[in-house]
């Protein structure tokens, strides 16, 4: 039984045997600990789940929808957008699948529907009439996003060379790797979920459900110093809209280097201490704010801290956690936000009895660039202010997989503008993982 198609005749047919097993025995017998039904919806389908993640398979589904109101401010106050994302995800363990060392492969796919309340209702990227033109929204309100798409992202090997090196190669996720936080997602805004958006204007690294083809690589330079390089397709932006692309060089390429140093080690919620700084270069053209024309290669360096302050126990997970980025974009006639800043914290588990639950602050301040002006009136020319958001979430746990968030964001100049009402947006981010 050394062949994958030997591994995957194995693992169902005892997925069969589970299933008639558990159709006799009560459930509690047969919960699993790895897919148990808290976390998941569809628990561990009779023990079958678990036959398969022993034999190296691993399917997951999530879903995500983002109901959003903008009560006050902004374009048209009033209005409601909803938008959702459907994640699907297949990973293998290709050493137990197929004897390869230290590799697995993951392919995920995301389907999205719906558009995002800033661009149509805060600020308007632009209106039917033509008289507001403000071009794309950069800090929107809901992070799922992404219109009426169904999209391959990741499809890729990744491989583990020895203590030190480890190789991931195929269709990547550059956020996944840099600038990357793992309470960030504690938030509805997209100024936070999907990496803090001063890196993307203009489009320097992507994130989830967009990847390019690329090649990242880890290397462990000394104990808790960590080198992280990559060389990706710099056109992401290009693409097919399906993700059925696997060119480099589209739009130049993409190269990223980060150090990361762990201060200490444990849980992400209170005890992880964790610097990372980056620089990104990609030789691509983008568009000239100042004269209307392409101009080639931009640079974009930043500095990301995830600080556990307080931890409720050793290993416990839950506690207090401070977090910070600063992103730098020195060509104003290239970069839509010149300067980025989000400072904030995360409490996992303040309430007594609600040990998983979320409570969460985030700061954002973005200057905008002066080149970067927008028509109102029909009149051409106008200069943006900069923009400051507070964001307030409470991430609220139930059982079968579930998270429910209400969020509450107050923006100053919205997207820059200074002619609208500083906006109001109430949303509701509810995750539930199959």
């Known amino acids: 039984m050394n062949s994958p198609i030997s591994y995957f005749a194995y693992a169902f047919n005892k997925q069969a045997k589970g299933l008639l097993v558990c159709s006799i ?50 374009y048209d106050e009033g209005s409601s957008t909803y938008l959702h994302n459907i994640n699907f995800e297949f990973r293998a363990d290709l050493e137990k699948l197929a ?17 995002n309340l800033s661009e149509l209702y805060v600020v308007p990227g632009s209106t039917p009439d033509g008289r507001y033109i403000y071009g794309e929204y950069f800090n929107k309100s809901q992070e799922v996003f992404g219109g009426q798409t169904t999209k391959l992202v990741n499809f890729q090997l990744s491989t583990q060379l020895n203590e030190s090196i480890s190789i991931d190669a195929g269709r990547l996720v550059m ?6 936080s793992d309470i960030y997602c504690d938030f509805m805004s997209n100024s936070a979920c999907g990496a803090p958006k001063g890196i993307f204007t203009p489009y320097a690294l992507d994130a989830y459900p967009d990847a390019t083809m690329g090649l990242h690589v880890d290397w462990m330079v000394v104990q808790d110093l960590h080198l992280q390089l990559g060389v990706f397709d710099g056109g992401w932006t290009k693409q097919d809209s399906h993700g059925f692309d696997w060119e480099l060089g589209l739009n130049g390429v993409a190269a990223t280097g980060e150090a990361q140093y762990t201060l200490q080690k444990g849980a992400v919620y209170g005890e992880k201490k964790i610097i990372k700084v ?46 910070g980025s600063y992103i730098y974009n020195p060509d104003e006639e290239l970069a839509g936000l010149t300067h980025f800043y989000n400072l904030g914290f995360v409490y996992k588990g303040l309430i007594p009895g609600r040990d998983l639950d979320k409570l969460g602050v985030n700061l954002v ?70």
Not at 306 to 323: K, M
Request: aromatic share 14%; hydrophobic share 30%.
């Open 25 to 74: 025995l009560t459930s509690s017998i047969c919960a699993s600990d790895l897919y148990p039904q808290t976390d998941y919806l569809t628990g561990d389908w009779g023990g079958g789940r678990s036959t398969l993640h022993d034999a190296g398979i691993h399917l997951g589904r999530s879903n995500t929808a983002e109901p959003a109101t903008l009560l006050s401010g902004g």
């Open 99 to 115: 004897g390869w060392k230290s590799t697995s492969f993951l392919a995920k796919v995301s389907s999205r529907n719906g558009d």
């Open 175 to 180: 956020n996944d790797y840099f600038l990357r």
């Open 278 to 323: 980056g620089v990104n270069h990609n030789s691509g053209d983008f568009n000239n704010y100042l004269t209307g024309e392409l101009t080639s290669g931009n640079t974009t360096y930043y500095i990301l801290a995830d600080l556990g302050i307080y931890s409720e126990g050793e290993s416990s997970n839950q506690g207090l956690s401070l977090f």
């Open 365 to 434: 301040y973005a200057k905008h660039s002066k080149y970067n002006t927008y028509t109102d009136d029909f009149i051409a020319g106008w200069v943006r202010g900069n923009e400051s958001i507070l964001e307030i979430s409470y991430n609220y746990y139930l059982p079968y997989g579930m998270q429910l968030m209400p969020d509450f964001q107050y923006i100053k100049n919205p997207n820059g503008a200074l002619n609208f009402d500083n906006a109001i947006v109430l949303g509701l981010k509810l995750n539930v993982n199959f």
